[in-house]
């Protein structure tokens, strides 16, 4: 018996209890007190998430629809834009702001590397004339599984005027991000990552100097535009009909987020990071991302040489239900990806990995079998006494 689904992705991520109960509730007016209510509680969360004091608005889209919301908002066609990658959603961005008419300078790092500070420091320090508008960086790159350093990066950049826009879709609350020290100007987020919610819901964080700039944008906008949502936050409501029950998820969401802790959070993703590295390097397999800059949402595995990644997610969906991400582009069948972020538990991850070796072997890749299974068992000893 396979049971439920083990949706081990980089997100969307499995649904606790207590948020699917409150998912389940009868809806209500969308302009009335009730939901003015919930609306402020749920951008409060957020702002303490991002750790800033500014501005937040929550749009009813996918993360992809916050990062078009950043690009129309604060950039205006001609805008020098500088958009770092690492990866499918770091040349996303890129996209959106060329669709959008900025003059994208494109800076790519190897996949399944971080950006390099110095570099883009010394990029924007030859920009003496102050031509870049903004930059554009990936707080965290599912599709490699690596993390920037935004803080280093921003730092790199001295003083360099340029707006710092950064999608922390999969990012926010797996990995620390703070808004407002670390001088970033603009934060995307999405509901179906670390938040622990469905998809349906983002997030779009700004300061005074974004706010600024969107007032001399001549980006054409209706949907995603900010004074409309702002005067319409300040009624308490969206200026469009928002999907009432994802706010009931969101709320509750943040009430565990606010039980465990950010601290406590972030050390959670950073456990089970290691531990599912350690695991898989006791296995005998390699790693995409180096292990400084791994990512605590989610692991990018290089498959055995002749056995090729699908067909090791093919056999953990039809053998045990176990759902796990494939490589992207030229990582297709190269890697795959196992999910940690949201609420997922240690037990998960242990099926995982003892599935995972059970897979390998049947696929016929000659390891010790349970070195995987034990390297969990002594990271949970070691780092989870009570």
Known sequence: MTGEQFLMLPGPTPLPNRIIRAMSRPLINHRGPEFKKILLEVTEGVKEICQTKHHVLIYPSSGTGGLEAAVVNFISPGDKVLAVSIGVFGDRFASIAKKFGAEVEKMDFTWGEAADPEIIGERLK????????????THNETSTGVFNDLKAIKEAAGNHPA????????????????????????????SQKAFMVPPG??????NDRAYEAYKKSKSPKFYWDIDLGLEYLAKGQNPVTPPISIYYGMQEALKMMKEEGLENILKRHKNYRDMVRESIKSVGLKLLANDENASTAGTSVIAPEGIGAN?????????????????????NDVIFRIGHLGYVRELDLLAVIAALEITLKELGFAFDMGAGVRKAQEFLLNNYKG
């Open 126 to 137: 030859k920009d003496i004339n102050r031509e870049i508008k903004a930059v554009l960086i």
């Open 163 to 190: 707006l710092f826009l950064v999608d922390a879709v999969s990012g926010l609350a797996a990995v620390d991000l703070k808004m407002d020290e670390w001088g970033i100007d603009v934060v995307v987020s999405g």
């Open 201 to 206: 819901l983002c997030f779009l964080a700004f």
């Open 311 to 331: 067909k090791i997610r093919q056999y953990m969906l039809e053998k045990f239900n176990i759902v796990l991400a494939g490589g992207q582009q030229s990582l």
